[in-house]
């Protein structure tokens, strides 16, 4: 079994923090594609719709290669990386200033066919 998942998507420069998408990839990681859709479905949280667009294409990409069942992947590889910040600085009082770190991130979703056997 290799290292690198079969079927990936990633969203890069996502402009959210990624303290608050992290748990959100944790609670998918290791389930079927399906259920991981009905999880996120109904969480309350704008992150929460970001990690659902990059499943859902993740999904296609293995549709797009052949795969018959795309809910009985499995999502092996989900991962929230720290992106570039934008920093400003906010004037504060007597003559200091506080640095402004608009945070972004990269979203990475792999997906994994455990049902079929491998020949090798």
Do not use: C, Q
């Not at 970001?50 to 069942?69: K, W």
């Not at 200033?97 to 997906?111: E, F, K, P």
Request: overall charge positive; aromatic content about 6%; hydrophobic content about 40%.
């Amino acid at each position: 079994m290799s290292t690198i998942a079969e079927y990936t998507a990633s969203h890069r420069f996502a402009r959210i923090s990624v303290r608050k998408v992290r748990p959100l990839l944790d609670l998918i990681r290791g389930k079927y594609a399906d259920d991981a859709l009905d999880i996120l479905k109904y969480m309350p949280h704008r992150g929460a719709r970001l990690v659902e667009r990059v499943l859902r294409s993740a999904m296609a990409n293995a549709e797009d290669r052949g795969v018959r069942n795309v809910g009985d992947l499995v999502v092996t590889d989900a991962r929230g990386d720290g992106g570039p910040m934008f920093k400003r600085l906010m004037p504060r009082a007597r003559g200091m200033a506080y640095l402004i770190r608009r945070r972004s991130s990269h979203i990475a979703i792999g997906l994994e066919d455990f049902s079929r056997t491998d020949e090798a």
